[in-house]
């Protein structure tokens, strides 16, 4: 035995399987040619990003474009950092997206698929027994050093001006002998266990990032340290070991992490595995103060993707922004697809920036308003009143207490050629709803500017004498017209922009007098539909009031 192998015996006696044996468990993925396995590996350590979402939505458009697997994978190794329900809160805020894994971590301690576990937590076996073939191979070593021997290290080395960092001559332990080594592991020394760094400060790499194009760093000279002193994984070699082993091909993750892609691929290369490819994808940004930053967890409700289910925006919404966040051309693809479902939309890691996205609410807004006026009404009721339940009872109550009614209102307007696009959020719909329900309904009969109550007075009289419930659409209308010449109003826009002094107002004053009255607003949708709905009895009501307030104004 070398003193290497009697080390490796010596550091994992209990780690009896071959990495041999675990590519045997693992084996290669039976896919078709050029099909890509990409994961999402978040930390539980807090609430879902929004940033994780677009990572997520893209990793799995990814293997979704070429017949891939996509999978979830807890990176579960820091258990100081980690919350309570961390995990189901991932699972849960992808899933209230759809975007949900084929294989990997499906729920709190549930997961499916060949290659797992998927919880870092439940793999250490794993990652020793491929630390303890480093160790045989002398690429990897024990270092005993204490936080007080690593902060003189850097104290020496800032005195200095050298690079800081364990590597070469500063790394204390890499040249230990066997019985040093041995002497202090049985003395129950703590230690962590090190890359033994074959790299060389000279000597660059280069990497083609499918999203940030070709990249040349320096190579890693850094022994980097590979386990804890508790036998636990750092990030980089769990990476390697995980992504190796779960046959990723494509890993899509922030670029926060292109610092650390020469000590991965170096990784890669001593533990003899073939190198995934990397896709490094911009954090999405906010603007503020004409300035540019990352969208904060602390700073921005935004930030988190409970946000959204909140606010009550339809899961197509948020990913269909994401997607014209994540390729340029996909307003244009829209654009020309109206009604395709998104999953038909052509992916390309290669089309998007490389640069930071900025995040707009108010297009998501309008993405949002645009997919909803495409939905039918009975859909509208079912995710506003799912909604409803959760965040706002009234309007829960409400809506459920006559459904036949509640989708009359979603009706209104909708599935004609040019829908109306109103509705952003489902928090919206009680503001949509309100005059349609006395419980919400409070009047306002403020008249715009150009209007007196006494004006506003003369057109409600006149209408009610005239006013028949049983108008079709053209009848109601042409009624209102009829009512405008003997007021002194023109029924004709045109006539009344071309000498307005000739009249006290044209056809539309004449309705929003008649929209007030019924709505208290100045912009509705078809108001026609609005009254046959509201009813005979409560139009004339309101009318009625509405006359009489003005009346005493
Ligand atoms: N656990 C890492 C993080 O949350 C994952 C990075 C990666 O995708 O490799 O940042």
Not at 7 to 24: G, K, R
Not at 79 to 100: M, N, Q, W
Not at 496 to 503: R, V
Request: charged share 25%; proline share 5%; aromatic share 10%.
């Amino acid at each position: 035995m070398t003193d290497n192998e009697k080390l490796a015996e010596l550091l994992f006696p209990d780690i009896t399987l071959t990495p041999q044996q675990y590519e045997e468990r693992y084996p290669a993925r039976n896919l078709p040619d050029g099909a890509r396995v990409t994961r999402f590996a978040p930390s539980p350590t807090g609430f879902l990003h929004i940033g994780g979402l677009f990572a997520a939505m893209t990793a799995r458009l990814t293997a979704k474009a070429t017949g891939g697997v996509f999978f979830l994978r807890i990176e579960d190794t820091d258990k100081k950092r980690e919350i309570t329900d961390g995990v189901t809160e991932i699972v849960k805020g992808l899933s209230a997206f759809g975007i949900t894994p084929d294989e990997g971590i499906t729920g709190f301690d549930v997961e499916n698929g060949a290659y797992g576990p998927y919880q870092q937590s439940k793999r250490r076996e794993i990652y020793q027994c491929f630390a303890k073939e480093l160790v045989r191979k002398g690429l990897a070593y024990p270092c005993f050093c204490t936080e007080a021997d690593l902060t003189a290290l850097r104290e020496r080395q800032e005195a200095q001006s050298v690079n800081k960092g364990y590597y070469g001559k500063w790394a204390a332990c890499r040249n230990l002998t066997f019985e040093a080594q041995s002497q202090a592991v049985e003395a129950g020394r703590p230690y962590t266990l090190r890359l033994r760094s074959p790299g060389d400060e000279s000597r660059r790499i280069t990497f083609d990032d499918l999203v940030k194009g070709k990249i040349e760093m320096p190579e890693n000279t850094q022994d980097i340290v590979l386990l804890k002193t508790d036998g636990i994984p750092t990030y980089h070699f769990a990476h390697a070991v995980d992504d190796h082993l779960m046959r990723t091909t494509h890993v899509v993750r922030g670029d926060e992490w292109i610092a650390s892609v020469p000590v991965h691929l170096q990784l890669f290369k001593c533990c003899g595995f073939k190198p995934v490819k990397y896709a490094h994808i911009a954090p999405i940004m906010k603007e503020e103060n004409g300035g540019k930053r990352k969208l904060s967890k602390r700073k921005d409700p935004e930030a988190a993707v409970s946000y959204y289910i909140e606010q009550g925006y339809p899961k197509e919404s948020v990913i269909e922004y994401l997607l014209t966040l994540a390729n340029s051309n996909f307003e244009d693809w829209r654009r020309a697809n109206k009604d395709a479902p998104q999953s038909d939309f052509p992916f390309n890691l290669k089309k998007m920036s490389a640069s930071g996205a900025l995040f707009d609410l108010q297009k998501l807004n309008d993405v949002s308003k645009n997919v909803i006026s495409l939905m039918t009404a009975d859909e509208v009721y079912q995710a506003a009143t799912a909604w409803a339940q959760q965040y706002d009872e009234v309007l829960y109550r409400l809506l459920t207490a006559n459904e036949a009614f509640a989708k009359g209102i979603f009706r209104i307007d909708r599935g004609t050629a040019k829908p109306r696009k109103d509705i952003a959020k489902w928090s919206e719909v009680r503001d949509f709803v309100t005059y349609f329900y006395d419980a919400l309904y409070t009047p306002d009969y403020t008249l715009p500017d150009n209007l007196t109550p006494a004006a506003a007075a003369e057109i409600l009289r006149a209408y009610l004498n005239v006013y028949d419930h049983t108008d079709g659409k053209d009848a109601w209308f042409a009624r209102i017209k009829e009512l405008c010449a003997p007021l002194g109003y023109t029924p004709n826009v045109k006539e009344y922009k071309k000498d307005p002094q000739a009249f006290k107002g044209h056809v539309g004053d004449v309705s929003t007098v008649i929209r007030i009255a019924v709505s208290s607003r100045r912009n509705t949708p078809d108001l026609h539909a609005i009254m046959q709905l509201l009813g005979e009895e409560k139009v004339i009501s309101r009318m009625r009031a509405a006359l009489k307030f003005y009346e005493e104004a």
